[in-house]
Nanobody, 122 residues
Framework: QVQLVESGGGLVQPGGSLRLSCAASGFNLDDYDIGWFRQAPGESREGVSCISGRNGITFHQDSEGRFAISRDNAENTVYLQLNDLRPEDTADYYC????????????????WGQGTQVTVSS
């Protein structure tokens, strides 16, 4: 059974950093692409950064280089490093898994975690 559990969210001041974790179980990271998505209050969900299971290629949305996705196959965990956070980055962040998506399109991902909340405020 595919399961994804996010952690690492919280309250941070503008300019701060967080590292989000997505712990995967029931499958190997090599077999699935993993994506990070976010949904701000009143907004639709959008892709943040995604990584291919097959070759490790990453697909980034425009975050001006502030965010970085990585994976640890030994831990079966994917991380999202958030740097120089801004109030507009406040959102629920979700990780998702999909096969051969080769993209960061939400519709291409089949399995979703419950999300972790990130609040950027002074």
């Amino acid at each position: 059974q595919v399961q994804l559990v996010e952690s690492g969210g919280g309250l941070v001041q503008p300019g701060g950093s967080l590292r989000l974790s997505c712990a995967a179980s029931g499958f190997n990271l090599d077999d699935y692409d993993i994506g990070w998505f976010r949904q701000a209050p009143g907004e639709s969900r959008e892709g943040v950064s995604c990584i291919s299971g097959r070759n490790g290629i990453t697909f980034h949305q425009d975050s001006e280089g502030r965010f970085a996705i990585s994976r640890d196959n030994a831990e079966n965990t994917v991380y999202l490093q958030l740097n120089d956070l801004r109030p507009e980055d406040t959102a629920d962040y979700y990780c998702a898994a999909g096969r051969s998506t080769e993209s960061c399109r939400e519709s291409a991902y089949d399995y979703w975690g419950q999300g972790t909340q990130v609040t950027v405020s002074s």
